[in-house]
Each structure stands twice: as C-alpha cells, then as structure tokens.
C-alpha cells in the first residue's frame, strides 16, 4: 500500500473492561461469523493457498456469491471490466480484498432483520459504504485506503445499531417511519453506545485495527491518528455526501469537524465543492 501520507500504524485504544461489561450487562449478544466465512479465512490463512477452493466455498453460499458480483462490478471498485467468475475477481483484487467484500456482505446477512427499520437502516448504510469506496477510489494515492477497506468501514460503521435493535425494542423505533434518529440519544436513552457495540462486533470478525478504531470513533475524528483517522475521515465524508445526494440536511456533526476531514483526505478548500459533485455524480450512476 504505497502511498504520499506517512502513517503511524496504531491499534485503537482499547477499550476499558467495564465499558465491555456495561455492553454485554444489558444482555447485548455479538453475531458470530457464518461458517462459511471461518473456513474462508482458514484458507486464506494457509501458506499456499488455493484460489479454486476459496472459490468454491463461495459459490456454495448464493448469497455471498451474489453479494461479491454486485459489489466488485460496481463503479466504486475502479475495475475496467465486468467481472463474471469468482476466481477473476480475486485474481483482480486479491484474497484480502474479497474477504473484506465477503465480511461486508455478511455482516448484512446476520443483522439483516425483516422490518422496514432493518431495511432502512442497511439501505443507509449501503450507500454509506459505496460513496465511502468512490472517495477510497479517488483519494488512494494520497490516502493509502483502498475501496474495499472503505466499503467494509462504511458496512460496519453502524452495525451496533441493528445489535441494539435486537436487544431494545424501543431502540430507532424512528426507523419504522424511516427517520433516521440521533443515535446519540438513543444511546442516552439506553444507556448504551452504538459505536462500542460496532467495535464489538468488528472485533469478533476479526476486522483490521485501523478499521476498528474508524468503527470505534467515527463520531470523534480528534479521538484517533493515522490510519484510523483516515477512515473516520472517510465516514463524515461518506456520511455528508449522502445527506446531499439525499437533499436531507447535514448533520452538525459535519460543521465542527470539516476542515479536520477534508485535510486528512487530501481536499483543497477550494476543489470541495467539486469533489462532492464528482462523488455524487458516480454514486447516483451507480444506484
């Protein structure tokens, strides 16, 4: 991962033991990795690794399999051309990369629920993590982040929501109604931290640590350095482009924090405006 920004690779700081038995008090239950995924990894993890059986564990779960064409044929990961075969996608993007796009899937998949609320809140964060992965595409160079790894921040991000909508039945009850709430005071409310939750479940899955402290702080961009500032950095951005494509108003969370985004992504003040027209513009061609 070449790139302009020298970054102090860091894990995040851990998180306090009472603040994880606080969590897991309430009777908040993790979502464990699919089967099929731990085998995916085995593999992967092997000194000679096989693509062909990688690949065919894949085809095994319709799902996944569908999920990976989806999300490697869209404009968000900068490939040339249509990819039909799973074997050509992780020829393409490599083992790492497709397991990213698998855990992301996935993740999906265990939190998916069968209500509008679910359904509401994985559209979001759907589009989330596909502008996340158009601003990895454009800003690489600089930010030493690649699309997969964005798209994956961008899926997980929130992913404490649907685990605390398991858990409390009045938890975004908004959702229903497709509003989306302020999570920070649902946490209030429950008494609970939506964010911690996510780290949680990143934790679980094993994702990487740059990708765990961006879960863990992507409502405190001052609370982290490099590279996990980079992929908080990425989620505002993400975040407030969304809310423009959407014509919603901006949160104002954006307001305070702006200048610290576009700095560590590389954007001129001047050039802002049209680098949101330009993410815009691939993410509407792409839905």
Known sequence: MGGEKQSVVTSPKPLEGSEIEKILGHGVTIPPQPKVLMEIEQLVEQPQVSVKKVAALIAKDPALLAGVFRVVNSPAMGLVRRIDSVETAISLLGLKQVTNLLKSIAIRQALGGQTQAYEKFWERSGDIAQIAAIIAHKQVSVCNVFPDQAYLAGLFHDCGVPVLMQRFSGYCAGLNAGIWPDLAGEDRNFDTDHSVVGYLVGKHWRLPDFILGGIRYHHEI???????????????????????????????????????????????????????EDVIEEFTAAR
């Open 222 to 276: 001052l609370s982290v350095v490099h590279p996990a500032r980079t992929v908080v950095a990425m989620l505002q951005m993400a975040t407030h482009i969304y809310l423009l494509a959407m014509k919603q108003q901006d949160e104002p969370e954006w307001e305070a924090c702006w200048e610290v985004v576009i700095e560590e992504l590389g954007i001129a003040h001047e050039g802002l405006c049209e680098f949101e």
